[in-house]
């Protein structure tokens, strides 16, 4: 048992420095900031097999935790959020080991470790578990501690409120990394993705077309004459014209379709499992969508703007012979270029052989 508790406290310590590790990298990149330190109360479930004594837990640790401390039932901690409604989901649930039977805390914990949403809960059992090496079992199946049901109400208070301090910090640094690694592939205007995501997504479009023989085709759109939005309204006028196009071209691609900003006013579509009829179908109604109606600017100001697209197709042979990411966007950069110089506002295929 001794061994076993160990165990799950190395496991811990290696865990939350993995995450403060991560966190340090995230924001050396400048993608997030420090996490603020000011916590409301949290929500401790009390899970036992008679109400009675749940009832009796709760007036003996709530003079000394300020946090909400909630009954639930087997049933109801594994139920979810869905059923919680507006109920926070606990933040540690103090367990009794013999709830419905020997052992039944323990195959409570094991569920609540396997739940999305009790996950990275702190579990707290009560009593030793029956069975020989049931209690390195409990820490061996993820328990945070487990303390005997005569534990003084005083000092089972303290223990909870110091598991509650390190979940939070775990859930903070978890947050921090998760929200700088979003941050890391979206372009922060927009909301779209950003060149870095869009590329390697792309070639995973280019793999699973190879595989199995499906066609795909990738767009670059660029605005026409943007630069002159910005000089002549400022940048929050050219701001608000690429957030708009953004949600236009949104609304008007499909579900599995990747649509990314991959520079100042320019963006890169990738259509997989699309002929070449559905691929300038497309494109052509992304052009009339720009251009459809004026955008609003910061001031009042009104603006007409059109979008020039190249596109480039990936088919037959194509799919086989020397396709690359890159080479995709090279031909439908090329494919733009001949837009722009054949009068803009509308759409031109590159032809060359991937």
Partial sequence: ALLARLRALQRRSEAMAELGAAE?????????????????????????????????????????????????????????????????????????????????????????????????????????????GSEAMAFDLGANDLVPASIDPRELALRLAAMLRRKRRADRLRTAVRDGLRLAVIDPLTGLHNRRYAVSQLAGIVEASRMDGLPYAVMVIDLDRFKAVNDQHGHAAGDAVLVDVAQRLSCNLRMGDLLARIGGEEFLVALPATGAEDAHQLAHRLCAAVQERPFAVPGGASLRITASIGLALAEGSALTVGATVQADIDRADRALMAAKAGGRNNVMRDCTAA
């Fill in 24 to 132: 340090r990298n995230v924001q050396a990149l400048g993608l997030a900031e420090p996490a603020s330190v000011f916590e409301g109360r949290g929500t401790i479930a009390l899970v036992t097999t008679r109400p009675e004594a749940t009832l009796r837990l709760r007036k003996e640790l709530a003079p000394h935790l300020p946090d909400r401390l909630v009954a639930l039932g087997r049933s109801d901690a594994l139920a979810g959020p869905a059923q919680w409604g507006d109920a926070p989901v606990p933040d540690v649930f103090v367990i009794d080991c013999d709830l419905d039977g020997p052992e039944g805390g323990l195959r409570l914990l094991s569920d609540l470790r396997s739940q999305g949403p009790t996950r990275h809960a702190a579990i707290c059992l009560l009593s030793t578990p029956n069975g020989q």
